[in-house]
């Protein structure tokens, strides 16, 4: 199984852009892109927590993520291949 989302919490949202949104962790406040972040929620006292994938966390953060925090996991499916069936013309077949 391969690990794919991440949901990351965060303090507070700092800053917004049309493309991106700024987020602080604690003293550290990194961009993150709004085509990558999913199911986006903030609290102005709370902080708040978004769905990212694990290769930007990685990018960001410099490590692996801890496994409390997994979102979504994948398992690749090579699914069994159907051969089909050839159908035979009878009377009722009308051109």
Not at 29 to 46: A, D, G, Q, S, V
């Amino acid at each position: 199984m391969a690990t794919t989302k991440i949901r990351i919490k965060f303090d507070k949202a700092k800053g917004e852009t049309a493309k991106a949104v700024l987020l602080q962790f604690g003293m550290t406040e990194h961009w993150f892109p709004k085509r990558f972040c999913w199911n986006f929620i903030t609290n102005k006292k709370l902080g708040g927590n978004c769905i990212i994938p694990i290769w930007l966390y990685e990018e960001k953060f410099g490590g692996t993520p801890p496994e409390t925090d997994i979102a979504e996991t994948f398992e690749h499916h090579i699914p069994a291949r159907i051969e089909p069936q050839q159908t035979l013309p009878d009377g009722n077949l009308v051109r």
